[in-house]
T-cell receptor
Framework: DAKTTQPTSMDCAEGRAANLPCNHSTISGNEYVYWYRQIHSQGPQYIIHGLKNNETNEMASLIITEDRKSSTLILPHATLRDTAVYYCITGSGGSNYKLTFGKGTLLTVNP | DTGVSQDPRHKITKRGQNVTFRCDPISEHNRLYWYRQTLGQGPEFLTYFQNEAQLEKSRLLSDRFSAERPKGSFSTLEIQRTEQGDSAMYLC???????????FGSGTQLSVL
């Protein structure tokens, strides 16, 4: 079973920030938080990952709470092409091949 | 970087037939993974290779499933005596050893009639 909890769906207006929450209350000290997304009819795409500190890349920002029990993925300026299922996954860096995907959050960006 | 390539994109077969899928990973990646995804669910891990060695298989991979990666390059996933329950998207991914990112292909959609 997935070790994370995410809302089933969310909506966001185009051009606004999309904030996707994830609860991972059982995360262990050496586990990372990974985010992937899957656009319809495509394979999952890596977005970002982090351990303790907040992370930012060209796609998104990842905010991890101090107790590491939850995190938020932020898409700063959502576009229609960001409509996808977003998966939050926890795992140890060395065993990242065994990514345990849950059902994710379907983000719909509306014009 | 041409990405992970999977062939075919779609496969329709009759129950009881054998099918084989091919995955070409990103050339410099030495790890290759297979996942399966059914409708409405996230992908599930099936197996992974490091170079030509198959290092782990999920219990989801029944005896009818076999995967190979000769010479540590492309990989094939064969399903023998297909069943309707095998209908799913079969996803391949690759990465560097110890790399934090998995790069996925677009998958092969299998429909067993």
């Amino acid at each position: 079973d997935a070790k994370t909890t995410q809302p089933t769906s969310m909506d966001c207006a185009e051009g606004r920030a999309a904030n996707l929450p994830c609860n991972h209350s059982t995360i262990s000290g050496n586990e990372y938080v990974y985010w992937y997304r899957q656009i319809h009819s495509q394979g999952p795409q890596y977005i970002i990952h982090g351990l303790k500190n907040n992370e930012t890349n060209e796609m998104a920002s990842l905010i991890i709470t101090e107790d590491r029990k939850s995190s938020t993925l932020i898409l700063p300026h959502a576009t229609l092409r960001d409509t996808a299922v977003y998966y939050c996954i926890t795992g140890s860096g060395g065993s990242n091949y065994k990514l345990t995907f849950g059902k994710g959050t379907l983000l719909t960006v509306n014009p | 970087d041409t990405g992970v390539s999977q062939d075919p994109r779609h496969k329709i077969t009759k129950r009881g037939q054998n099918v084989t899928f091919r995955c070409d990973p990103i050339s410099e990646h030495n790890r290759l993974y297979w996942y399966r995804q059914t409708l409405g669910q996230g992908p599930e891990f099936l197996t992974y290779f490091q170079n030509e060695a198959q290092l782990e298989k999920s219990r989801l991979l029944s005896d009818r499933f076999s995967a190979e990666r000769p010479k540590g390059s492309f990989s094939t996933l064969e399903i023998q005596r297909t069943e309707q329950g095998d209908s799913a998207m079969y996803l391949c991914a690759s990465s560097w050893e110890g790399g934090e990112k998995l790069f996925f292909g677009s998958g092969t959609q299998l429909s067993v009639l």
